[in-house]
Each structure stands twice: as C-alpha cells, then as structure tokens.
C-alpha cells in the first residue's frame, strides 16, 4: 500500500481513534494530542502492516497500544487553564465513559471492542492473547461495571 491508501484507510476508520480518546482523556486537549500520538504511530508502523488482518484490525492494535502506554505516562500534576474546562453534552453515549470509569485501562481496551462487535478470536488478535482469554478478561471486565453499579 502507498501513501494515499494509508491516508485512505485512515480517514474511513477515524472513528476507532476518536472512541479510544474520549475513553482514554478526559479533556479535548488530552484528547486531541493522543490522537495526534496514534497516528504518528500508525504512520510510523505503516511500513511494517503486511495485510494479515485487516487496516481496522491493525489499527486498533497500534492504538489501543499507544494509548496505554500514553496513560502509563500519566499527565503533569499542575495544570494551568485560560479558560473554564468544557462542558459536555448531555447524550446518552456520554454515559459510556462514566460506565467505563471503574476498569483498568486494559480492561477499556477489551470492552471496547466487545462494543464495536469483534469476536474474541478478533479480540484476541488485536491484544495479542488468546480468544479463551479475551473471553474471560471480557467476562471479569462487565462483572466489575456490574458489581460497581450494584453497590
């Protein structure tokens, strides 16, 4: 694939980068320079995709992995505003976040994409485990929504 087809592919699966940032950041800001990070690091591995899986497969790898060592990483501890935080829309999709709140950052990952419908052997693939366990990371990941919810 040449240059224009990354680009391509890149602008029809947009929206796999915008889902992650808003579980991943909580401010555009943070939102905005992660994705910035992901692409650069899609655009850096380009050269290596091979066409095994396909460029969404592949793409949620490189981001669900840039954006978990991007939160590893942590932000500054002072943060300094000229202005007042956004203030977000009420929709009902902005509950997915808050719902999300209560698991580790790999556990958002497996939700994630058990949200957009991938099946653990897809699931698996992107995480590099197995499907047995994407299944079962999935499996403790919705007990502990559920149990948080509970109490």
């Known amino acids: ?13 947009e929206g796999i980068l915008h889902k992650i940032c ?12 992660l994705f910035q990070e992901m692409v650069y690091q899609l655009w850096r591995a380009w050269p290596k995709f091979e066409g095994r899986s396909s460029f969404a497969t592949w793409m949620y790898r ?13 932000r500054p501890k002072v943060e300094y505003r000229s202005e007042l935080p956004e203030v977000a829309e009420h929709r009902e999709d902005d509950r997915l976040p808050e719902l999300l709140a209560v698991l580790t950052p790999a556990e958002k990952a497996i939700m994630v994409l058990y949200l957009e419908g991938l099946s653990y052997a897809e699931m698996g693939a992107i995480l590099g485990i197995s499907e047995s366990n994407a299944g079962a990371r999935l499996t403790r990941a919705r007990q502990k929504i559920k149990q948080h919810f509970k109490s």
Do not use: C, P, W
């Open 1 to 13: 694939m040449n240059e224009s087809q990354f680009l391509e592919s890149l602008s029809q699966h």
């Open 22 to 33: 808003r579980l991943y950041r909580d401010t555009a800001e943070d939102r905005e320079d």
């Open 62 to 74: 490189i981001a669900l992995s840039t954006a978990l060592v991007h939160f590893r990483k942590g």
